[in-house]
């Protein structure tokens, strides 16, 4: 984001563009980004890319919906950053079922202190798939996780040492049922094979070896080149992300809630690590609802902890180049 000129004095459409591109940072299931964004002169677009949806493994679009939420979130704050606030129109157009979002009716004023901070925990934040320290997370820090997420409209039920072992029942369940299909494994192999490509995971952000954690972790069907080092997740917790709706707009804001949870996280040196595989598959999708007590539904489950400080964190995972997720054709191509 460029800050040689005054937030106020420059072009909205430039600020727009430069909001889009910091979206691109988001988190997204395989890192897919499955996200278009179309630069108007008074207005922000957010499409879905169904190109790069995951066909075996998110038919009905729920993961793809809720990455395109955090990167809704990441432009928000974005904006806010630069002292604009924007009118979020969601699911705006019933005719147009991949127009997510607009952001409309912008008025600049005096940048947010808070979304500044978390425009720096945007450029950090990544998924670090190792074991956690033993160094337990205070509860005012998962209540300052769970309000970020509130705010977005969702809620975070953090697990309880029973819910934790029927987390890790589903979570094995649900990864036999996916090792059983052909097409889910030709799918993850196909998003972890793109090294150089921007998209997908690269080797140096899965680990090598299957790492001891009372959750256990997405099988990527092949070892990647991150060192686990020792360690257990005795102290990690564990939580569900829900809501009372299982609506396209409702998992939009769960992304939303989502991105709120992990900058915030982020801004409190704590490690978040979304668990998808239980939600992917019906049934243990359906055991997390009765974690629930049926009163809601799941949208993604997460492990959080604090980070081994002896050991450096894995790399950042590859971006596409900012042409291809973000449209200025409109606004004569001005490129952030």
């Known amino acids: 984001m460029s800050h040689e000129t005054p937030a106020a004095d420059r072009p909205l459409p430039t600020a727009l563009a430069e909001a889009a591109a910091m979206a691109g940072r988001a988190p997204s299931v395989h890192n897919t980004q499955p996200w278009r964004w179309t630069v108007l002169p008074d207005a922000l677009e957010l499409r879905m890319a169904r190109d790069r949806q995951l066909s075996a493994m998110d038919p009905e679009g729920r993961l793809l919906t809720v990455s395109c939420g955090a990167a809704l979130h990441h432009a928000r704050v974005a904006l806010a950053a630069e002292g604009w606030t924007p009118v979020v129109e969601r699911l705006p157009d019933p005719t147009q079922p991949d127009l997510l979002a607009r952001l409309t009716g912008l008025k600049h004023a005096g940048a947010d202190p808070d979304a500044m901070h978390l425009v720096q925990c945007i450029q950090v934040r990544h998924t670090d798939r190792r074991p956690v320290s033993d160094e337990p997370i205070s509860d005012a820090a998962l209540d300052e996780i769970s309000q970020a997420a509130m705010r977005e409209g969702v809620n975070l039920q953090v697990l309880d040492d029973g819910q934790k072992i029927q987390l890790a029942s589903a979570a094995q369940q649900a990864a036999a049922v996916e090792a059983d299909s052909p097409e889910l494994r030709e799918e993850l192999a196909y998003w972890t094979s793109r090294a150089g490509t921007g998209a997908g995971l690269p080797p140096e952000v899965l680990p090598a070896e299957a790492p001891q954690t009372t959750v256990p972790g997405r099988d990527f069907g092949h070892p990647g080149t991150l060192p686990i080092g020792p360690g257990h997740d005795r102290a990690a917790a564990y939580g569900i992300l829900w809501g009372t709706e ?91």
């Open 246 to 336: 299982d609506e396209p707009d409702s998992w939009l804001r769960a992304g939303e809630g989502l991105s709120a949870a992990w900058l915030t996280a982020t801004r409190l040196g704590v490690s978040l690590v979304p668990l998808s595989g239980v939600v992917e598959v019906e049934g243990t999708r359906q055991a997390l609802r009765q974690m629930l007590a049926g009163l809601g539904f799941p949208y993604i489950s997460m492990r959080l902890g604090r980070a081994d400080p002896t050991h450096a964190g894995p790399a950042h995972t590859p971006r596409l180049d900012t042409a291809q997720t973000v449209d200025t054709s409109a606004v004569g191509g001005r490129q952030p």
